[in-house]
C-alpha cells in the first residue's frame, strides 16, 4: 500500500489515501473499465506473465481502480493489505480457500449471517471443512470448541440483530494461544467505527455493499490483513478463481469510503436516539442496542468501538401480529432485508433473514416472533420516529 497518508487522520485517509493520478491530472479518481491491457513489446509481456516484472496484465488480476479501493481500505483499517471481492460472501470464501485447507477446523459464532452459516455447514463441509458453533460472548464455550485441528476463530460484531458484543481481544489471545486465526466480519462498524486489527484479530472481513456503499447501490466484499495471509493467499485464490471486484463497483466504494466517517457517525447518533425513544414506547417490551447502558455489552462496546452503530432490535409485547403490522403500517421506512443505506429499512427477522432456522435455534438466538430490525438511515430522526408511531399508536 501507499504510504503517503499513514499519519493522516481517518477522514483524510479516507479521501486521500490509494489515489494515483494518472498524466490527464483529474481530480477524482477515473473507473478503468479494461478487462485486459497492453505491453510495449513481447519481450515486456513475456516479463510480465514470468512475473520478472510487476505492472498489470488482466483485470481479473489487478484493476487501477480496485487497487485504489483496496489500498484506500487498508490505510483505514490499519492494515499492510486488502483485497476486493465481488461480494461480501465472496470474501469469506476466498479467505477460507486461501488459508485453510481439507480437515481443518472453524470455530464460529453461533450470531452470524444466515448465508455465512450455509456457506460453512453445506458448501465448505463438503470440502471437509467442518465447523462448530459458540455463543458470541461465552468465552469458556470458544475454548472448549477449539480442537487440535481448528485453524479458525469466525465472528461478528455487533451481532445481527441482537448487537451483541464479542471481545475481540480475548477472543485474539485465545486464538493465539492455540496456533489459530482469528476472523472478523467488520461489517456492521466499518473501520470508522472499529478497527478489529488493533484488537489483535488476524483478518477482517468486508460486505462493502453495506455501510462502505452506504446508498444502496453495488455489491461487493474485502478481506483486510497483512501482506503474506491476505496479499499472497487470499490474493492468489482470488486471482485464480475470479470473484474479483469490477472496477466499477470498486469507484462506487471509493466514493463510499470518503464519506464513510460522516456517515457512520450519523447513523449511530440516530440510532441512538432512536433506541432511547423506543424504550420509552409502552408497546415494545425490549430495545436491543449497546449505546443503552442497560445491554449487557454496552461497557465492551464502548472500550472497542468509537460509536454504537446504525442496526437496532426491538422486541414489540404483541408477537409476530404486532410486528408485522407496525412493518405494515409505515410509509417512509423501506421493508426490506438489507442494511447500512442512507434509506432506513425495517426487517422482522424470524421471517426472513433467520426465518432458515427451527424455532428451537431462533429461541436460542433471541430471534423471538415480536422482534423488529431497523437499520437506522439518516433521514431526518423525526421522520423516522412519525413512521414508527403511527404503526404503534395503532397496536
Ligand atoms: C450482507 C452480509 C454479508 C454478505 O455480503 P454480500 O455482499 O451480500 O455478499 C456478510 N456478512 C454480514 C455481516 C453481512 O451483513
Known amino acids: 500500500m501507499s504510504n503517503k497518508f499513514q499519519d493522516s487522520g481517518f477522514a483524510t485517509r479516507?479521501?486521500?489515501?490509494?489515489?494515483?493520478?494518472?498524466?490527464?491530472?483529474?481530480?477524482?479518481?477515473?473507473?478503468?473499465l479494461t478487462s485486459s491491457y497492453v505491453f510495449d513489446s513481447a519481450e515486456q509481456a513475456a516479463a510480465r506473465f514470468a512475473g520478472e516484472e510487476t505492472g498489470n496484465i488482466y483485470s481479473r488480476f489487478t484493476n487501477p481502480t480496485v487497487r485504489a479501493f483496496e489500498e484506500r481500505l487498508a490505510a483505514l483499517e490499519g492494515a499492510q493489505c486488502a483485497v476486493g471481492t465481488s461480494s461480501g460472501m465472496s470474501a469469506i470464501l476466498s479467505t477460507f480457500m486461501g488459508l485453510l485447507a481439507s480437515g481443518d477446523h472453524i470455530v464460529s459464532s453461533r450470531s452470524i449471517f444466515g448465508t455465512t452459516r450455509v456457506l460453512f455447514d453445506k458448501y465448505l463441509a463438503k470440502f471437509g471443512l467442518q465447523t462448530d458453533y459458540v455463543p458470541l460472548t461465552d468465552l469458556a464455550a470458544w475454548e472448549a470448541a477449539i480442537k487440535p485441528e481448528t485453524k479458525a476463530l469466525f465472528l461478528e460484531t455487533p451481532s445481527n440483530p441482537l448487537n451483541e458484543i464479542a471481545d475481540i481481544r480475548a477472543l485474539s489471545a485465545l486464538a493465539k494461544s492455540h496456533g489459530c486465526l482469528l476472523?472478523?466480519?467488520?461489517?456492521?462498524?466499518?473501520?470508522a467505527l472499529q478497527k478489529p486489527l488493533a484488537l489483535g484479530a488476524d483478518i477482517v472481513i468486508h460486505s462493502a455493499t453495506k455501510f462502505i456503499d452506504g446508498q444502496g447501490r453495488c455489491i461487493g466484499g474485502a478481506v483486510v490483513g497483512d501482506a503474506e495471509r491476505v496479499g499472497e493467499e487470499v490474493y492468489g485464490f482470488l486471482r485464480t478463481a475470479?470473484?474479483?471486484?469490477?472496477?466499477?463497483?470498486?469507484?462506487?466504494?471509493?466514493?463510499?469510503?470518503?464519506t464513510l466517517e460522516l456517515r457512520m457517525n450519523a447513523h449511530s447518533s440516530s440510532a441512538l436516539a432512536l433506541a432511547q425513544w423506543l424504550t420509552e414506547q409502552p408497546q415494545v417490551a425490549k430495545v436491543y442496542y449497546a449505546?443503552?447502558?442497560?445491554?449487557?455489552?454496552h461497557q465492551l462496546a464502548a472500550e472497542q468501538q468509537s460509536a454504537f452503530g446504525g442496526i437496532i432490535a426491538f422486541e414489540l409485547k404483541g408477537g409476530?401480529?404486532?410486528?408485522?403490522?407496525l412493518i405494515n403500517s409505515t410509509k417512509m421506512l423501506s421493508i426490506t432485508a438489507n442494511l447500512g443505506d442512507s434509506k432506513t429499512t425495517i426487517?422482522?427477522?424470524?421471517?426472513?433473514?433467520?426465518?432458515?432456522?427451527?424455532?428451537?435455534?431462533?429461541?436460542?438466538?433471541?430471534?423471538?416472533?415480536?422482534?423488529?430490525?431497523?437499520?437506522?438511515?439518516?433521514?431526518?430522526?423525526?421522520?423516522i420516529k412519525t413512521d414508527l408511531l403511527r404503526g404503534l399508536k395503532a397496536l
Open 14 to 32: 479516507a479521501i486521500r489515501a490509494g489515489q494515483s493520478r494518472t498524466h490527464e491530472n483529474e481530480h477524482s479518481e477515473p473507473i478503468f
Open 183 to 191: 476472523i472478523v466480519d467488520n461489517c456492521f462498524c466499518t473501520p
Open 242 to 258: 475470479g470473484p474479483t471486484m469490477s472496477a466499477f463497483n470498486a469507484w462506487t466504494f471509493l466514493k463510499g469510503l470518503e
Open 291 to 297: 449505546g443503552l447502558p442497560d445491554h449487557p455489552g
Open 320 to 325: 409476530q401480529s404486532a410486528a408485522w403490522s
Open 347 to 383: 426487517t422482522h427477522p424470524a421471517t426472513t433473514t433467520h426465518g432458515r432456522l427451527s424455532t428451537e435455534a431462533k429461541l436460542e438466538a433471541g430471534i423471538t416472533p415480536g422482534l423488529v430490525r431497523l437499520s437506522v438511515g439518516l433521514e431526518s430522526v423525526e421522520d
